[in-house]
């Protein structure tokens, strides 16, 4: 599965942290890099959210600092990751997830990550082209 490490994370120095995080539930970080995208790059990314009223707060963001994209393996990676980020509003997420710990807003909560084996193809793919 994909997951990024957002500006907000980034510039609050999370990056190891964050890591640790996955690698305490059993994650491999196959490949990782940190990149600063362009915002027509986010949009690229974020097309799926187009029709959203966020989608442009959103590209914004993404595009606003750099950040840490990574693949991440092991068995049921997708849902996995999806439980250990927790809920989109760090306000609403469980203890000890990503998100609770570290999330500011439902905007800046710090990870992002697959939602399906289909989008993490194509979201491995926009990132990790070689």
Known sequence: TLSIIKPDAVERNLI??????????????????????????????????????????????????????????????????????GATDPTKAEEGTIRKKYGISIDKNSVHGSDSLENAKIEIDFFFKD
């Open 16 to 85: 190891e942290e964050i890591k640790q995080e996955f690698k305490n539930k059993g994650f491999n970080i196959l490949k990782e890099k940190k990149i600063k995208l362009e915002k027509s790059e986010a949009e690229k990314f974020y097309k799926v959210h187009q029709s959203k009223p966020f989608y442009n707060d959103l590209c914004s963001y993404l595009s606003s600092g750099p950040i840490v994209v990574m693949i991440l393996e092991r068995e049921s990676a997708v849902v996995e990751n999806r439980k250990l980020m």
